[in-house]
T-cell receptor
Framework: GAVVSQHPSWVICKSGTSVKIECRSLDFQATTMFWYRQFPKQSLMLMATSNEGSKATYEQGVEKDKFLINHASLTLSTLTVTSAHPEDSSFYIC???????????????FGPGTRLTVL | QKEVEQNSGPLSVPEGAIASLNCTYSDRGSQSFFWYRQYSGKSPELIMF????GDKEDGRFTAQLNKASQYVSLLIRDSQPSDSATYLCAVRSGGYQKVTFGTGTKLQVIP
């Protein structure tokens, strides 16, 4: 399958600081990327859909001014958690959609995730 | 009603048995169906996709789709302890709609 990378894999920061997470599609172009959040023992929660060159579409209840998403190229999307607080501590996972799939379908591939801990 | 429903489990099966994971969905217009495996603390990994009625086999895995019943399942033959994970069913409607995930079924394969 296609490869999606995320950086960093984990980060610990102080309350009030901002954290940027990068998501890259390594061997394919992704016009659409997705950002998810997952709390322990809970299901994936879609935060936003990011389309290359346009503004992200946020899910209901997700603050767009707090979770800044940039998708400047076909292989890179970034999520910045601004003024992070302890309740933002979670597992953040990106996913990239391979539009012209090698498997002849439109498939989402996940990055390895970033574990954020806000002290 | 949830868009994609799965039994949360845990589903416990002995090693070597067949594990059967089920998923129902509410949107009749759904066209693409995916199964992901997620180990604890890791991100989901794509196992299979299916978009035609019937069965699709890949190694020990078989996906089954019945659009009339709005039902998709995943069979794991010769279950191994390493198959113990949470299995996520995902469904997408036509076009470039977002994928909707179920909450996952936790599978435990007992040695």
């Amino acid at each position: 399958g296609a490869v999606v990378s995320q950086h960093p894999s984990w980060v610990i920061c102080k309350s009030g600081t901002s954290v940027k997470i990068e998501c890259r599609s390594l061997d394919f172009q992704a016009t659409t990327m997705f950002w998810y959040r997952q709390f322990p023992k809970q299901s994936l929660m879609l935060m936003a859909t990011s389309n290359e060159g346009s503004k992200a579409t946020y899910e209901q209840g997700v603050e767009k001014d707090k979770f800044l998403i940039n998708h400047a190229s076909l292989t890179l999307s970034t999520l910045t958690v601004t003024s992070a607080h302890p309740e933002d501590s979670s597992f953040y996972i990106c996913s990239a959609r391979e539009l012209v799939g090698r498997d002849s379908t439109d498939t989402q591939y996940f990055g390895p995730g970033t574990r954020l801990t806000v002290l | 009603q949830k868009e994609v429903e799965q039994n949360s489990g845990p589903l416990s099966v002995p090693e070597g048995a067949i594990a059967s994971l089920n998923c129902t969905y509410s949107d009749r217009g759904s066209q693409s169906f995916f199964w992901y495996r997620q180990y604890s603390g890791k991100s989901p990994e794509l196992i299979m996709f299916i978009y035609s009625n019937g069965d699709k086999e890949d190694g020990r895995f078989t996906a089954q789709l019945n659009k009339a019943s709005q039902y998709v399942s995943l069979l794991i033959r010769d279950s191994q302890p390493s198959d113990s994970a949470t299995y996520l069913c995902a469904v997408r409607s036509g076009g470039y709609q977002k994928v909707t995930f179920g909450t996952g079924t936790k599978l435990q394969v007992i040695p």
